[in-house]
């Protein structure tokens, strides 16, 4: 059970993002949690190790390196990516609800119900439509939320993204002040630049698609509004009336159980 | 044989579970076992190496780190998620039961093995209430072993064999303390999605009963 649980889990999402969506959960598995995980971890390991004071205090090192990393880069990281890919999971628990819906449709032999076989079912690729548009711009608008406070956490808490290599410590029990020198600065400032570039355009690449959803949803009101205008005669309405149906019956969310997709 | 088998009993149980019971192996599976092997496990892995004592003396840091820490808090998040995940197991093994029986049988005994009613409704109410029970031992448990869920820079030990009173350092304090109340806050959310589930089976099937022997009543 690792990062790749989650993969597995968001794997499922890919098939019903628009194309930003596909190359945001790309640039997150390739670029960030790869990253972590087959670079940045090496790098912060030995972290307090070789955390050196200019002292033979006896916990002078320990508190010094508590006062200056509260919360080590590397698990801030961690828990950003959990964070992030969390709102995912919205979007993968209501397509597993949707195909449930279908599923129990066509096992009930409804004739609206238009799939052959229940694997058709299941290799469905929903549209973003609906209450599904609701949820999928809801994960992009949490998605912006957590890039942004967790980076702003990281600028917050490191004063800037830059890792000194000497830090002066005078928390008690250190005798006055106290040189203290980190491990790798260069190498930690060098990976720490790089997963706040790749946030950033993530970020970017949230909003890209936040706008994309909203110009597809004005247009396709405009159009609806466009088509009742100019066809104001009586079968259209019935047409627009049936479309409504159609709709209301897919979105339906009365007595169902959601589940994780496969 | 690793966290590998949970996320698989987890997985199963999801099968039969309610909505709520899904959110439940969601919130499991994403904020408590993902965080717990990715991150927090990685906090504690040292302690006793960095933990520090201002003597010279031989045993003083491990008689003082022993004294301390009788079970480590990475020992406890992880039996709190093993037993919080097992009487899941409960309900599993009552519909293979119930399949068992139908294949014995040779015939249709349920409307549907898996559906949450007759027996495997107590069996589901049991699990949830023996869930609740061990968040909320292991919760005290935490909080009278460590006296709540802070986790100090410095304590002061005076176990022999360490001369008088000697200071000691813990590694990395305020990291473990962000994640041990991030922990208690995930448990808590657990516990509330627990009793949220609990009462909702429960007012669903009395409005059941209900209605049946309404319209009983009327006939």
């Known amino acids: 059970m690792d990062w790749g649980a989650l993969h597995t889990i968001l794997g499922g999402v890919n098939k019903h993002s628009t194309s930003i969506g596909k190359i945001w959960l790309t640039v997150l598995f390739i670029f960030r949690i790869m990253i972590l995980v087959v670079a940045a971890e090496r790098v912060w390991g030995d972290e307090q190790d070789d955390f050196v004071c200019n002292t033979l205090q006896p916990g002078c090192k320990n508190v010094c390196y508590d006062h200056f990393f509260p919360i080590s880069h590397i698990r801030l990281w961690a828990l950003q990516l959990i964070f992030v890919s969390t709102p995912a999971l919205l979007v993968a628990m209501h397509v597993a609800y949707r195909r449930h819906e279908k599923k129990r449709q066509f096992r009930k032999g409804d004739q609206k119900c238009e799939y052959k076989d229940i694997e058709e079912i299941k290799k469905q690729r929903f549209r973003i439509e609906g209450s599904l548009w609701w949820t999928y711009t809801s994960s992009i608008f949490f998605r912006l939320v957590f890039e942004a406070v967790f980076m702003y956490a990281f600028y917050f808490m490191y004063d800037g993204f830059r890792m000194p290599r000497l830090m002066k410590c005078n928390a008690w029990p250190c005798p006055n002040t106290v040189d203290c020198f980190v491990s790798r600065p260069t190498e930690k400032t060098v990976f720490t630049i790089f997963m706040i570039a790749v946030s950033s355009i993530c970020i970017l690449l949230n909003v890209a698609e936040l706008c994309y959803l909203l110009t597809k949803f004005v247009l396709r009101r405009s159009k609806k509004a466009g088509n009742s205008k100019h066809q104001p005669n009586h079968e259209n309405k019935e047409e627009t009336k049936q479309n409504e149906m159609n709709e209301l019956i897919s979105d339906s969310c009365q007595n169902t159980v959601i589940g994780f997709s496969s | ?219």
């Open chain 2, 1 to 219: 044989m690793s966290w590998g088998f949970l996320r698989d009993l987890l997985s199963g149980v999801n099968k039969y579970s309610t909505r709520i019971g899904k959110i439940w192996v969601a919130v499991v599976f994403v904020f408590r076992l993902l965080v717990y092997i990715v991150a927090a496990e990685n906090i504690w892995k040292y302690e006793h190496d960095e933990f520090e004592c201002n003597s010279r003396q031989p045993g003083c840091e491990n008689v003082c780190f022993d004294h301390f820490f009788p079970v480590s808090h990475i020992r406890l998040w992880a039996l709190q998620l093993i037993m919080v995940s097992t009487p899941s197991l409960l309900v599993v093994f009552h519909v293979a039961y119930r399949e068992n029986r139908e294949k014995h049988h040779n015939q249709k005994l349920y409307k549907s093995p898996g559906k949450i009613d007759g027996g495997l409704l107590c069996t589901y109410l049991i699990s949830l209430i023996l869930k609740t029970g061990f968040e909320i031992v292991f919760l005290v448990l935490f909080y009278k072993l460590y006296n709540g869920f802070k986790v100090p820079r410095l304590v002061k030990c005076d176990m022999r064999p360490c001369p008088n009173t000697v200071d000691c350092y813990i590694s990395k304090p305020t990291e473990k303390m962000i994640f041990l109340y991030f922990l208690a806050a995930v448990s808590c959310l657990c516990i509330v999605l627990n009793l949220s589930e609990l009462s909702y089976l429960i007012f669903k099937h009395s409005i059941k009963c209900y209605l049946k022997r309404y319209i009983k009543k009327r006939q």
